[in-house]
């Protein structure tokens, strides 16, 4: 059995160096899918960079009115930050729903995004707030929207020898926020059924501007709902603008049959949850 | 390629150790430490038998790798007690009888002291939650829950 070299630099500079010199080395931050993936014997890497001595990959940081998050911050850490859970708290309750209070003392938002699941409970919240990924690489670095990184269930667009430093979200306008419900078995530890992120912001006079509500579980990859948008923009959440979020949402879902839900039920539970959570994230967002 | 040459602190006391890379730190502080506190259950970070903590963070010590122990505080379940003095939830979880088998027990206690130490008065459902990663499978639950509310009962009054 090969023999597994383990670095942990101290510089982004460094990692990238190592992961395009290796054919199959991978990025430990929380370890919570690596380990599990290496145990079961899915995956057995050549190398292992372990990024958690990279300041900026674990700091969380407030900058241009928005902030920075390290890909490999835990979500303990995201939980803790009352800022970013004020501005954020839609972002910051899809990390806090993964898993256990011991998985949260390790698990991250770079290695939930980059291990490709399509139940992934903290990427819908990045996509509806419009966060952006900051990739670093052999050439150098570059930005990338956090819906281009993953391409297919466990697959996603980095090339050899990059990585997802941290995550950029946009400084947020008056009146404005977001949400994330995720509907499992149960209520507490399990993978999602259905997931669904909502980001809103309303002028004075309570009519909504700007919307984008996203749904995991429920295809490949996290969906993005742009009909469920045009329903909020131009409304004041009227209940015909709400139904129309649940059925645009019902019809944007190409999920599978398993054993936490079929086709049916979670084409249904998407409409649910899309619409209840566009009321909290509204309520949020009226209130700052 | 020779085993890595790990040096950390567990329970407060320097401490060193040979690993190779896929060791986990719960087989590093079984087999090499031989602190069989720590109880292997699922190994997948679903039951919390493993846990421990890390510079104060609570973790499943089945998904930590040993090197990553490298200059960092490791706290186990040998670390509990004070001595012969047992700690207030240990000796709560005895008087209530909050342990059937007993194989959970460490992470219990483990998890539980580390919700105490930073919320002296949970609700139960702060509880519940809090201790979700923890799997008790002779199904103790309610007598665990209402140790360790009696414990940070008692700890508010002392």
């Known amino acids: 059995m090969k023999v597994i070299q383990y670095e942990a630099p101290g510089s982004i500079d460094a990692a990238v160096a190592l992961l395009a010199d290796s054919e199959d080395g991978r990025v430990l931050a929380g370890g919570t ?129 990059e990585l997802v430093v941290a995550f950029k979200l946009p400084a947020r306008p008056a009146k404005s926020s977001d949400a994330y419900l995720r509907f499992i078995p149960r209520t507490e530890m399990d993978i999602a059924v259905v997931g669904a992120a909502v980001n809103l912001t309303f002028d004075d006079g309570g009519t909504c501007t700007d919307a984008c509500v996203v749904l995991g579980a429920v295809a490949p990859t996290a969906v993005v709902v742009p009909d469920a948008a045009a329903a909020l923009i131009g409304s004041k959440l009227e209940d015909s603008a709400l139904e129309a979020v649940a059925a645009a949402a019902s019809a944007a879902c190409n999920p599978i049959d398993d054993k936490r839900g079929t086709v049916e039920y979670r084409i249904k539970v998407a409409g649910v949850l899309a619409r209840r959570a566009t009321v909290i994230a509204a309520d949020r ?3 700052n | 390629m020779a085993k890595h040459h790990v040096t950390t602190t567990i329970n407060g006391e320097p401490a060193e150790f040979l690993c190779n890379v896929e060791d986990t730190l719960l087989d590093v502080l079984r087999d090499e430490l031989r602190l069989t506190g720590t109880k292997e259950g699922c190994s997948s970070g679903d039951c919390g038998a493993c846990t421990v903590t890390i510079d104060g963070r609570l973790v499943c010590s089945c998904l930590v790798l040993g090197v990553e122990a490298e200059g960092h505080a490791v706290e186990t379940i040998e670390g509990m007690a004070n001595g012969e003095q047992l700690h207030p939830l240990q000796q709560k979880f005895l008087e209530e009888a909050a342990l059937q088998c007993g194989f959970c027990t460490p992470g219990f206690l483990v998890a539980a002291k580390s ?20 799997l008790c499978r002779c199904t103790g639950y309610d007598k665990i829950v209402r140790a360790v509310m009696d414990t940070a009962a008692d700890m508010r009054g002392a």
């Open chain 1, 33 to 161: 899918d690596l380990l599990v993936q290496m145990r079961a014997g899915l995956r057995r890497p050549g190398l292992i960079v372990d990024v958690k001595k990279i300041a900026e990959m674990c700091s969380i940081e407030q900058r241009d009115g928005g902030f920075i998050v390290g890909a490999a911050a835990s979500g303990a850490e995201l939980g803790e930050h009352a800022a970013l859970k004020a501005a954020w708290p839609g972002v910051v309750e899809g990390m806090e729903l993964v898993g256990s209070t011991q998985i949260q003392g390790r698990a991250s938002l770079g290695g939930n995004l980059c291990n490709g699941s399509p139940a992934a409970d903290s990427v819908p919240a990045l996509i509806a707030g419009g966060a952006i990924a900051l990739i670093a690489g052999p050439s150098g670095r570059r930005e990338a929207e956090v819906a281009a990184v993953v391409t297919g269930p466990g697959q996603i667009s980095l090339a050899n020898g």
């Open chain 2, 115 to 134: 919700l105490l130490d930073t919320n002296t008065n949970p609700t139960e459902t702060e509880v519940r939650y809090w201790l979700a990663g923890n």
């Open chain 1, 285 to 287: 967002a009226r209130s």
